[in-house]
């Protein structure tokens, strides 16, 4: 079936703009999760989602960011009053259940004037 | 605290040899999973190989396959007759299951194909 897919795959925005990044997971997948990854580096967790649980908010470096996931699928991360240092790729993973092996998407790439 | 360390930030090798990645790890579980990812320049992420605790076998899949040391908290991973399209970032990474499903990844090791 289709693999995590991600949208825009590049997006360039001005300083202090709000922008929204998309993830759709692997449909039947119950886990999904954000990621960032700043060029040459590696990644950094950034929220998990499990189901119908709450979700793990604690790798979000601020308040400026947040994010949904909307009928257990797609989930949509969003960055307001965007900053120079929040450009990087944004990666988002799926998995069946908890523990399981994460399959990525193709990333965004933000990149914030 | 769980920790991943990759000490190669950087290798080269030549088109048709064997290389081996190093990863090691740090955690007081027994039960956790261990992977290899790759980033080519295309940045996608990749699974390349996985690997159960539980299991003493080493995972293996074509030409990769992993020298897993359970006591030793090393999970290496070795590429035989490599290719150019092997050229990319890897990834070691580690799960535990029984404590939350943040996947702990290390800083990555850069590896160059040479033709």
């Known amino acids: 079936g289709a693999g995590v897919s991600q949208s825009p795959s590049n997006k360039v925005t001005e300083k202090g703009k709000d922008v929204e990044l998309r993830c759709d997971p692997i449909?039947?997948?119950?886990?999904l999760y954000w990621y960032r990854q700043s060029l040459g580096q590696g990644l950094e967790f950034l929220i998990y989602?499990?189901?119908?649980?709450?979700?793990?908010k604690s790798g979000l470096p601020s308040d400026r960011f947040s994010a949904e996931r909307t009928g257990g699928s797609v989930s949509t991360l969003t960055i307001q009053r965007t900053q120079q240092e929040d450009s990087a790729v944004y990666l988002c993973?799926?998995?069946?259940?908890?523990?399981?092996?994460?399959?990525f998407g193709p990333g965004t790439r933000l990149t914030v004037l | 605290a769980q920790t991943v360390t990759q000490s190669q930030p950087e290798m080269s090798v030549q088109e048709a040899e064997t290389v081996t990645l190093s990863c090691t790890y740090d955690?007081?579980?027994?039960?956790?999973?261990l992977f290899w990812y790759k980033q080519p320049p295309s940045r996608q992420m990749i699974l390349v190989i996985r690997q159960e605790a539980y299991k003493q076998q080493n995972a293996t899949e074509n030409r990769f396959s992993v020298n897993f040391q359970k006591a030793a908290k090393s999970f290496s991973l070795k590429i035989s007759d490599s290719q150019l399209g092997d050229t990319a970032m890897y990834f070691c990474?580690?799960?535990?299951?029984?404590?939350?499903?943040?996947?702990?990844f290390g800083k990555g090791t850069r590896l160059h194909i040479l033709p």
């Open positions: 993973a799926s998995s069946d259940w908890r523990g399981d092996t994460q399959y």
């Open positions: 990474a580690f799960i535990d299951p029984n404590r939350d499903d943040k996947i702990i």
């Open positions: 449909s039947g997948h119950t886990a």
């Open positions: 955690t007081s579980e027994n039960n956790y999973y």
């Open positions: 989602f499990q189901g119908n649980s709450a979700p793990d």
